[in-house]
């Protein structure tokens, strides 16, 4: 597609419910990252994505967050047992490769998850 | 501890007169630099960018400026208009790593 698309735009869920983010890279794109902004906060990096590579999961914030991505496409981001202070706005971004930083990284307009 | 910092969380300025958006940052590492703006409810977008063999780089309106030896970039934006209003990310990265960002800032341009 022309550029990086994630589903929902929006979801509320209940304290304790498991929730699955979707992001749809620009086609070609090899690298994909997973982020997150809390209220306030600045982009936080969650899990980093390269071809078949293994990916960086070293942002992850606890185990109950966990991602995957077949290949070079769609990527879904799973949060089990969600808390509250998992509310935040998740984005997802994708470039060529990790080394074509000319220009960064092209980023969707994100999830907002709003656990209650 | 926060390697990207933008002290400053929000910024009003009057409409024609300069921004001036700074960003701080400790490791000596970083050898590339991106300003991203970001409207509300859309992904932030690509601005301008400076490696660290410049020390200035200028696109339109908007230049980025970068101090090395304070670990200090600046982005200037002359003259401001009402649609720069946004919030403004400051990232940094050393080869072959991800990019850091910092906590960002809120430009408000007032008409």
């Known amino acids: 597609g022309a550029g990086v698309s994630q589903s929902p735009s929006n979801k509320v869920t209940e304290k304790g419910k498991d929730v699955e983010l979707r992001c749809d890279p620009i086609s070609g794109h090899t690298a994909l990252y997973w982020y997150r902004q809390r209220l306030g906060q600045g982009l936080e990096f969650l899990i980093y994505?390269?071809?078949?590579?293994?990916?960086?999961k070293s942002g992850l914030p606890s185990d109950r967050f966990s991602a995957e991505r077949t290949g070079e496409s769609v990527s879904t981001l799973t949060i089990q047992r969600t808390q509250q202070e998992d509310s935040a706005v998740y984005l997802c971004a994708s470039s060529l490769d990790r080394l074509s930083y000319l220009v960064g990284y092209t980023f969707g307009s994100g999830t907002r998850l709003t656990v209650v | 501890d926060q390697q990207v910092k933008q002290n400053s969380p929000s910024l009003s300025v009057q409409e024609g007169r300069i921004s001036i958006l700074n960003c701080d940052y400790t490791n000596s590492m970083f050898d590339y630099f991106l300003w991203y703006k970001k409207y509300p409810a859309e992904g932030p977008t690509f601005l301008i960018s400076i490696s660290s063999i410049k020390d200035k780089n200028e696109d339109g309106r908007f230049t980025v400026f970068l101090n090395k030896s304070a670990k200090h970039l600046s982005l200037h934006i002359v003259p401001s208009q009402p649609g720069d209003s946004a919030v403004y990310f400051c990232a940094a990265r050393s080869y072959g790593q991800n990019f850091v960002f910092g906590p960002g800032t809120r430009l408000s341009v007032l008409p």
């Open positions: 994505f390269q071809g078949n590579s293994a990916p960086d």
